[in-house]
């Protein structure tokens, strides 16, 4: 790899400010889990379970196809922004206490799938359609997906 190329960008990653020098093919995901932030699964690295998704100022994105090099400036959150204090988030504990959470290698990225869903301006309650709709690029091998709408219901009840 030739130095030169290399590129250098700065943003927040769960409010802390951050800066990396990296190859400009790297993706945010290996970016990501190599600074230990191992909630982000590289399922498919194709884009198609969202296992790895991220918010990026606050949208939804799978973290395995956009590249390290286009967060320049912007905001990163991941699951493990989700815990203060080591108490976990109410979305996560709705996802726990609805039995949503089964093998769990979905859950990281549903919770912040979720948590974009719920931000999204609406009319409440989300409809059925409109929860599979809003979390339609993450997969789920155990639950059958009832479960995952009932935790989004459960959440805008809240
Ligand atoms: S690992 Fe990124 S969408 Fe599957
Ligand atoms: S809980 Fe196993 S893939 Fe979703």
Redesign the pocket.
Known sequence: MNHESWVTVACTINGSAQQFTLSPATPL?TLLRSHGLLS??????????????VLIDGVAI????YLASWVDGKSISTLEGESVGGEISKIQQAYAKSGSVQCGFCTP?LVMATKALLAKPHQKPFTVQEIRRGLA?N?CRCTGYQMIVDTVRACEQE
Do not use: M, R, W, Y
Request: with cysteine; proline share 0%.
């Open positions: 995901s982000i699964k590289q399922g498919c690295s194709v884009g198609e379970c969202g296992a790895c998704t799978d973290s395995c196809l990225g690029g997969l």
